[in-house]
Structures are given as structure tokens and as C-alpha cells.
């Protein structure tokens, strides 16, 4: 859990472009190698592998690759125009989305075994889960940024 609190008192600006740059583009990195290996570790070791896990993975990327770009093209320019108040409804609808990440991310845990490989696991198993952990922390750093620092100042704004 990263501390967040270098946020709370910087301008809007910069708080979204350290977003945009520190989970935004980071994530879709993440998810383009994440799909793929979970893929190939759901093939090589159908029967074994929790076969729910590449879809899910393969669902949460559709999902936050629709939700960042709400973000990017309508939410971000509104508040750096300074609407503020304004922007009650379309955040409230990304937090509700945040609400679906966190429940694709609690569904993740569950199939993987809080991410703990099986000892016989594969390389790629072994990554896929040391992967997937980063990305769940980072999704949970953002989600946290957003919902608890940006979202509640942009509101009292």
C-alpha cells in the first residue's frame, strides 16, 4: 500500500497526471502481458490452472481499459476545467466502477489463492501470480487515490 498522502494538498493537474502516468499507462503494460501468460498458463496446465482466472483477467482489462479512457476523455479535462461540484455524476459513476474493480479483484484472490502458486507451479505460473499481485496493488493504490483523495477534493471544491 503506497502512502498517498503527497495528494491530498497537490493541484488537481498534477494529481491526474501522476495518474495517468503512474497507473494509467502502467496498467495497460501490465494487462498486455498478464492476458497473454494466462492464457498460455490456462492451456498448458488445463486442469490444474483455475481456468476462471484468463477470463477474468482478459474481462478486468476490457473493464478498466473502458473505464480509464472515461476518465481520460470526460472526467479528467471537467476537472481540470475546474467544474468541480460539477462533476458529481460522472464521479459517481467511476466510483461505482471502482466498486466492480474491487469485486473482480476480490474474485482474482479467491481463484489464485491470495496469488500463491502451487509448489509444482511453472516459471510462467510463477510469474503470472507475482504479475497479477502487482497489478491488484497498483489497481488498489489508484482506486484509493481517486476514490479517498481526488474525487472527495473535487467534490468539496
Given at each position: 500500500?503506497?502512502?498517498?498522502?503527497?495528494?491530498?494538498?497537490?493541484?488537481?493537474?498534477?494529481?491526474?497526471d501522476h495518474i495517468l502516468q503512474r497507473y494509467h499507462q502502467v496498467h495497460r503494460n501490465q494487462f498486455e502481458?498478464?492476458?497473454?501468460?494466462?492464457?498460455?498458463?490456462?492451456?498448458?496446465?488445463?486442469?490444474?490452472?483455475?481456468a476462471e482466472?484468463?477470463?477474468?483477467l482478459a474481462e478486468m482489462q476490457a473493464e478498466l481499459l473502458s473505464h480509464m479512457m472515461k476518465e481520460e476523455?470526460?472526467?479528467f479535462p471537467m476537472v481540470k476545467q475546474g467544474i468541480g461540484k460539477g462533476a458529481a455524476m460522472p464521479i459517481s459513476v467511476m466510483m461505482h466502477e471502482h466498486d466492480d474493480?474491487?469485486?473482480?479483484?476480490d474474485r482474482l484472490k479467491?481463484?489464485?489463492?491470495?496469488?500463491?502458486?502451487?509448489?509444482?507451479?511453472?516459471?510462467?505460473?510463477?510469474?503470472l501470480y507475482q504479475l497479477a499481485e502487482e497489478m491488484v496493488n497498483d489497481l488498489s493504490d489508484?482506486?484509493?487515490l481517486?476514490?479517498?483523495i481526488l474525487f472527495q477534493r473535487v467534490l468539496a471544491s
Open positions: 500500500m503506497t502512502d498517498l498522502s503527497t495528494w491530498e494538498h497537490a493541484s488537481f493537474d498534477a494529481t491526474i502481458e498478464l492476458v497473454p501468460l494466462a492464457e498460455k498458463v490456462a492451456t498448458v496446465h488445463a486442469g490444474s490452472f483455475p482466472v484468463a477470463g477474468l476523455r470526460m472526467l474493480h474491487q469485486q473482480a479483484i479467491a481463484l489464485t489463492d491470495n496469488f500463491q502458486a502451487p509448489e509444482n507451479a511453472c516459471r510462467s505460473w510463477q510469474r489508484h482506486i484509493r481517486e476514490n479517498d
